[in-house]
C-alpha cells in the first residue's frame, strides 16, 4: 500500500504562481511513475504531468513551459512548481503514483482556484 497527502493548493491571482506536494509513505520503494492529474468541475480528470523513475518528464500541451514537475527522494515528496497560472488552470489537482505490479494510488486531492 501507498499512502499519498498532497498540500499546496489555494486562491492565487492570474499570472501567479502554486507549488503543490505530494508526500507518500508506505510501499515507496516499489513506485516506479509518478503523476499529476487535474479535475475541473464538469470536465473529466486529465492528466497534467508526469515522471518516470528515470527522471523522464511528459507535461499535458497546455501546461508546457509554466508547470514543473520534481520529487525530492530524500523527503519522498512529489511536486509541482505551476508558474504563470491561468484561471483555466482551475481544478483540484490530485497525485497519482504507479506501483509494480500495476496498482495506482491516488492522494485525496487539493484545489486550486485561479481569478481576480
Known amino acids: 500500500q501507498v499512502q499519498l497527502v498532497e498540500s499546496g493548493g489555494g486562491l492565487v491571482q492570474p499570472g501567479g504562481s502554486l507549488r503543490l506536494s505530494c508526500v507518500a509513505s508506505?510501499?515507496?520503494?516499489?513506485?516506479?511513475?509518478w503523476r499529476w492529474y487535474r479535475q475541473a468541475p464538469g470536465k473529466e480528470r486529465e492528466q497534467v504531468a508526469s515522471?518516470?523513475?528515470?527522471?523522464?518528464?511528459d507535461y499535458l500541451d497546455s501546461v508546457k513551459d509554466r508547470f514543473t514537475i520534481s520529487r525530492d527522494n530524500t523527503k519522498d515528496t512529489l511536486y509541482l512548481q505551476m508558474n504563470n497560472l491561468k484561471p483555466e488552470d482551475t481544478a483540484v489537482y490530485y497525485c497519482?503514483?504507479?506501483?509494480?505490479?500495476?496498482?495506482?494510488?491516488w492522494g485525496q486531492g487539493t484545489q486550486v482556484t485561479v481569478s481576480s
Open positions: 515522471l518516470t523513475i528515470g527522471g523522464s518528464t
Open positions: 497519482s503514483v504507479y506501483e509494480y505490479g500495476g496498482l495506482q494510488y
Open positions: 508506505g510501499r515507496i520503494f516499489s513506485i516506479y511513475h
